[in-house]
Structures are given as C-alpha cells and as structure tokens.
C-alpha cells in the first residue's frame, strides 16, 4: 500500500505535526462537520498520519480554518472507514481520491489496520518507559489512559484483520 498518495508539503499541516513525529501517511480525507442542528458540511483535507495521531484542516460552519493534531488516544471513536475526531467532525479516508462518492473501502480498511497497528506499537512503547507505580497522579493517569489504548486497539485490529481476510481485503 502506498502511504504518500499526496505530496507530504500539499499544505500547510506540516507546520502542527509534533517535533520528532514520523509521517506514516500523507492522503486526502473526506470529512463531514454536523453542528447537531441539523446541518452538515462536507470538506475534503489532506491529512498527515503518524504512530500518534494526525494531522488535519478543521473547517467550521463560518468557513474559518485551523490546523488540528488529534492524538489517537484522543479520538472519539476509530473504525476501519471513519474516524471521530472531535465533537462533530468525522473524517473518511479517500487516499487518492478526491471524490468521497468513490471511496475505496480495502484502501480504507488496509489504513485502519496499518496505521492502528503503528499507534499500538507507539503507546505500548510509551508505557513501558512510564513507572508502573507512581506518587504522580498524572503519570499514573497517563499510564491507565495509554494501557486501555493498546489493550482496546490491540483487539480491534486483530478483529479486523479477521473481518478484512474474510471479505477480501487482505491476503
């Protein structure tokens, strides 16, 4: 699978990656804004991917622009052709595409597993350099919140797998 279906520098998204992140992917994303009033906005981004999380344009209803690093962790919900970023935004992988009516669900569900499996590797390997037994509150916090990460992911992905090698999609 390619992972640079779009030139790295597309756009500006560059500049919020975190120092010392790797990009693992660099595609175009369908997303979908619902301001719970019943009105939806749809955009298509580039989007950049690292083991941590990515990196996207946020358009809100008044058309103002602002560049979001979602951390994996911090993600809503993550299935194999969607991701809840934040509070309303949801975002479709397109790779190349540019048209979000011609979504290519194996691409969709060979990022889910590819990128996912990146983000389990990463927190796992953040885990293991916090303390298991910790006096900071925060450290121990984090440590729940990442283990619960990997435990969880950990699941999901081979699931998918699973449901990917049945249906096609994966040798």
Do not use: C
């Not at 083991?51 to 979602?70: C, H, M, P, R, Y």
């Not at 962790?73 to 949801?90: D, M």
């Not at 540019?98 to 590819?114: G, L, Q, S």
């Amino acid at each position: 699978m390619s992972k640079f279906l779009i030139p790295i520098d597309a756009s500006n998204v560059r500049k919020i990656i975190p120092v010392g992140q790797d990009i693992t992917h660099s595609i175009l994303m369908n997303i979908v804004f619902n301001n719970y009033r019943g009105t939806v906005y749809n955009y298509i981004t580039h989007v950049l991917v690292t083991s941590q999380g990515l990196a996207w344009t946020k358009i809100d209803w008044k058309k103002n622009e602002e560049l979001v690093f979602t951390p994996w962790n911090e993600a809503e919900l993550i299935k194999p052709a969607q991701i809840y970023l934040i509070r309303g935004f949801i975002a479709f992988p397109l790779g190349d595409k540019v048209d979000p009516k011609e979504i290519d669900i194996k691409y969709a569900w060979n990022f889910y597993i590819e990128t996912m499996s990146n983000a389990v590797t990463y927190y796992q390997d953040e885990v293991n350099k916090l303390p298991e037994k910790s006096e900071s509150k925060e450290i121990r916090t984090k440590r729940a919140k990442f283990s619960k990460f990997v435990r969880t992911f950990t699941k999901k992905v081979e699931s998918v797998k699973k449901k990917a090698k049945k249906k096609g999609y994966i040798e």
